[in-house]
């Protein structure tokens, strides 16, 4: 941003309202110099919206803080349940499962990690319990309990964090409520045409099929997997991650509650094509069937999917098409992409809204400032599009490890992945933690080291060796310290209460019918 | 699969053994990993001295190594940081610590900037504490306050022969097996070294050979090729030399920059370092020492001149053998990172210690990490070049930075820094680089907040430094400093 020429605007277009669409426009209103940007969004009642992720990942609680959101409103008004992590079912091999906490496992000890404690004590024939059970979150998830953590680092409940299971059908109107109070404008209809700069290729307006005209100096393409700005005007190529990822449709379905109920985790259960989701919200549970339309037919996905649900279905299930992958790049000339116009991948791990989210902070902190004439800035477009870059890759690889570290033999989608050709970024971690148990670690992107972890462990690599810095300890010690660590979780699991009665003491939603 | 290492040998000299050596056997001596040492003949003379940074303050604390004690056997001095002193433009201070402190929850830097198009006068440099203890001759530790604002850290200049052996020392206390050789005789097979034989020595095997023989490279010389950074990095020339010492003792360095060469001035409690850089083809040795006399003001004995030309290896570790330090990269002798360089070998060989002899999986990681690690800091001092026009020639990732930078008031984040965004811009502004804009978040803070801010950052900044010890006083008082 310039001080010279405080007069003029930015003027920000954003087409589509979808959650990708809702949330940048609140974030820059939020973040934004009113008198130097203002911003319209336009969206069409006509178009559905994909509403990508019922399940979220915990920085979502930094965004709505950031826009000032009340918790408790927030989850009564988007049926929102918490979320302490992700259980995956019969992912290595049928009968497995493990939890993919939000929240750590054990505790440095003297700058070793703690699975080469873990692993050490195990070798040596001491009765350690198995490695999940050295995590806050997932001893409460497995309980079904929730509490809100505790700030105090030396408390046990600091080492966890939470997200929401929500209806992200009503979390995109919820922020359209909040950003058009604060001054977002809201276009209703659909565009026609794109008027572009004959001599620089940037975007001067929008054609409205109203025959309107929408000028603009910055435009973000949320037109979801259309990509109508970015890939369709501006011709941005798409890179295919198929051959990675070979899911290429869902089947989703709400039903009512019942099974499990309202656990405080999503489940992602492994099947034949693809997986199966379950996200308890307060009033039904989302559920869907992810698969690769090579593999089996529409038919048969709807039919192993209606026969694994927990209570009847709500309607018929909705189909979606997609491909994994992503723009080559994000921004290009005066045009942003956020959430499915910039990419996709599957919501294995509830990466989508986290995605939009990363891409927001980054363009907010990029935007162009004010004044047309500095619209186009290819160093902003570079760093952003670098950023970007970091955030998918490092998502692809941890996501394509669930698929590629299975045991499931005789199964034409898992021998595949197994036998498929991987990222060299990601053969190097995976042999890292072969070697010796050590798990990738990275500033920037998303996944810390016990998400790693969790994943790796929970999928049946075993390391053929721990740190041999472990050693250097006393192994009484050390053992005394790991039991140690496991009462205080399972006394503070003890204390807390189920999920259903926090959220019953917190934020029900008035309507909400759950058993 | 084979069982881990137990038997390191290391063949190198100066503290780039002697470091590495105490390291590995404090370390890992418990779980009963042996450490010899074969020692070549020292390269030190009396005007070399180290320049360390802050990190080496938790290596030592491990290897129990104590600062008072350290100071007063080398008379070693502190450092907060360097006084740069361009050919054009004003002197900045590159400092060990933090710049300001966030405004309403935003980062300081782009006020700055924003407030220095409307007029503001003061420094950048003004907003730090460290900075600012520096230049009024005082010395400054973190404290509960100073934690609260931000990073005050500090580092050494440590008079290199006493540095080298007082890690001697310590590392024969803690049992490292220690001999000594002229020369050294390497016996390989397939690849990887067999055993390493001292002239008039018998062959010493080990599962590890570490390589911390310098620029020399004895073990990884012949097997792992470098690649040349001299594009980036004029000077080819490097001269070091000793003189008085300064009647108050500074606690930082100074590097005075001029057309195609610089010199810099490090002080001890009981001489001044300085080291010159320059071009063969703009002066001989000679006109070289007049210079780093004129530019030193000292009158210089003890001088040595020996050629540069920063490399890094493709392969720091290779087969069974480890580079480091300077055998792993040599750095241009800018803000001298040496010491650094060798820590950030030794803590990664530690933290990927290998579980078997061979260790293809460590190997990997540990190539990939310490060439990251050393283009950050290649980029670092490139910078100082590029951004003055003495190299046309900077590294793709140091454009990046620079242009966003220039775009925005941000360093674009990167894995692996050893200096933070704070040092970054303080050097790219020092430099003349002044960003065009700023995040425009930062516009929703009204005027009045952000010079509050100021104020408050100023204020503090001054209170602070006049309650912190002088330097020559501190030294006095561990028990070093007696000439002070």
């Not at chain 1, 195990?122 to 059970?133: D, K, S």
């Amino acid at each position: 941003m310039a001080s010279n020429g405080s007069d003029r605007q930015l003027r920000v277009v954003i087409l589509g309202g979808g959650t990708a669409g809702w949330m940048t426009a609140a974030a820059m209103v939020r973040r934004l110099p009113g008198e130097f940007y203002s911003i319209i969004l336009i969206e069409s009642d006509e178009i559905g919206i994909v509403g990508v992720g019922e399940a979220t990942l915990p920085h979502i609680k930094q965004f709505n803080d950031m826009l000032g959101l009340d918790e408790a409103e927030f989850m009564r008004a988007t049926r929102a349940t918490f979320k302490l992590g992700i259980e995956f079912r019969d992912w290595d091999l049928p009968g497995e499962r493990y939890i993919h906490p939000f929240g750590a496992f054990g505790e440095p000890w003297g700058g070793v990690q703690f699975q080469h404690h873990w692993r050490r004590l195990r070798e040596h024939g001491r009765g350690t319990a198995p490695f999940q059970a050295y995590s806050m979150a997932v001893a409460a998830a497995r309980a079904s309990k929730f509490a809100l953590p505790d700030e105090d680092p030396k408390s046990i409940r600091s080492t966890y964090s939470y997200a929401y299971h929500f209806d992200s059908g009503l979390y995109a109107p919820f922020l359209r409520d909040w950003a058009m109070a604060r001054g977002v404008s809201r276009v209703e209809g659909r565009m026609a045409a794109v008027e572009r700069d004959s001599e620089s290729g940037a975007i001067l307006g929008l054609m409205m099929q109203s025959g309107d005209r929408i000028p603009g100096d910055f435009f973000i393409d949320c037109s979801g997997f259309r990509s109508l700005l970015l890939g369709g005007e501006l011709g941005v190529a798409w890179e295919d991650w198929h051959h990675w990822l070979p899911c290429d449709r869902a089947l989703a379905v709400p039903c009512d509650h019942g099974g499990d109920g309202l656990t405080p985790y999503t489940r992602s259960t492994a099947r034949k094509a693809g997986w199966q989701w379950r996200i308890p919200l307060q009033h039904r549970i989302g559920n869907g069937y992810i698969f690769s339309s090579d593999l089996i037919s529409e038919d048969e996905a709807r039919e192993t999917l209606l026969a694994n649900l927990d209570g009847a279905p709500q309607s018929e299930p909705r189909l979606l098409r997609f491909t994994p992958g992503r723009r080559a790049v994000s921004w290009s000339r005066n045009c942003a992409a956020v959430g499915l116009a910039s990419g996709f991948l599957e919501p294995l791990e509830s990466t989508s809204i986290f995605l939009i989210q990363a891409a927001i902070t980054d363009l907010i902190n990029l935007m162009p400032s004010p004044g047309p004439e500095r619209a186009v800035d290819p160093r902003l477009a570079d760093e952003f599009n670098r950023l970007g870059n970091v955030q998918y890759e490092r998502i692809r690889d941890f996501l394509i490890l669930h698929y590629a570290a299975n045991r499931r033999q005789g199964e034409p989608l898992w021998d595949y992945l197994r036998a498929m050709p991987l990222p060299d970024s990601l053969e190097h971690k995976m042999a890292l933690f072969r070697a010796r148990g050590t798990a990738p670690e990275y500033q920037f992107g998303l996944f810390s080291r016990d998400s790693w972890l969790s994943v790796l462990l929970g999928q049946g690599f075993s390391p053929q060796r721990y740190d041999p810095l472990a050693d250097t300890f006393d192994l009484e010690l050390v053992d005394t310290q790991l039991a140690d660590f496991k009462s205080r979780i399972d006394a503070a699991v003890a204390a807390m209460p189920s999920q259903r009665e926090f959220i019953d003491g917190y934020c029900a939603a008035s309507e909400s019918v759950a058993a | 699969m084979s069982a881990a290492p137990r038997h390191v040998v290391i063949v190198g000299r100066d503290a780039d053994l002697w470091l590495t050596a105490t390291a590995l056997r404090a370390a890992l001596g418990p779980a009963g990993v042996e450490v010899t040492t074969l020692e070549l003949p020292s390269r030190l003379g009396p005007a070399t001295a180290y320049a360390t940074l802050p990190p080496i303050e938790s290596l030592h604390a491990r290897l129990g190594l104590y600062e008072a004690a350290l100071l007063r056997s080398t008379d070693g001095s502190f450092s907060l940081g360097s006084n740069i002193v361009p050919s054009a433009g004003d002197p900045f201070f590159l400092a060990h610590g933090s710049y300001g402190a966030p405004i309403d929850g935003s980062d300081f830097f782009p006020f700055w900037v924003k407030a220095r198009r409307h007029g503001l006068e003061a420094r950048l440099e003004d907003f730090s504490p460290t900075a600012m203890a520096a230049r009024h001759g005082r010395i400054l530790f973190p404290d509960e306050q100073t934690e609260t604002f931000g990073r005050t850290d500090y580092a050494y200049h440590l008079p290199a022969i006493a540095y080298a052996s007082i890690l001697k020392s310590h590392a024969a206390r803690l049992g490292v097996t220690m001999h000594q050789a002229i020369g050294v005789e390497v016996k390989r097979a397939g690849g990887a070294i067999e055993a390493v034989v001292p002239d008039g020595g018998s062959p010493m095997t080990g599962d590890l050979f570490i390589d911390a023989s310098g620029s020399e490279a004895v073990l990884i010389g012949p097997t792992a090729a470098t690649r040349d950074w001299r594009q980036f990095f004029p000077g080819d020339r490097q001269l070091k030399a000793r003189g008085a010492r300064f009647t108050a003792v500074p606690a930082y360095a100074d590097v005075r920059l001029s057309q195609n060469s610089w010199t810099a001035l490090r002080a001890s409690q009981t001489a001044t370092y300085v080291v010159c850089s320059y071009r063969a083809e703009d002066q001989d040795d000679e006109s070289a020492v007049a210079a780093a006399t004129g530019a030193s003001g000292l009158t210089l004995s003890d001088v040595v001149i020996t050629p540069v030309s920063p490399a890094i290896r493709e392969t720091a570790w290779d087969s069974n053998c480890v580079a480091i330090g300077s055998s792993a990269c040599a750095l241009d002798p800018l803000l001298d990172l040496d010491l650094h360089v060798v820590q950030l070998g030794i803590v990664h060989l530690l933290s990927l210690f290998p579980t078997s002899i061979a260790a293809e999986a460590e190997r990997a990681e540990y190539n990939r990490i310490t060439r990251s690690l050393f283009e950050r800091l290649r980029d670092f001092q490139s910078a100082v070049y590029f951004l003055t026009g003495v190299s046309r020639a900077a590294p793709e990732s140091l454009l990046h930075k620079v242009a966003t930078f220039r775009a925005r008031s941000v360093i674009a984040p990167m894995e692996d820094e050893t200096f933070s965004p704070d040092q970054w811009r303080a050097l790219f502004a020092g430099l003349g680089l002044i960003p065009e804009g700023w995040p425009p978040a930062i516009e929703t803070v009204p005027t009045e907040q952000m010079k509050e801010g100021f104020r408050r950052i100023l204020g503090f900044v001054k209170n602070k430094v006049l309650d912190q010890p002088n330097h020559d006083h501190y030294l006095a008082e561990i028990g070093a400093g007696g000439t002070a």
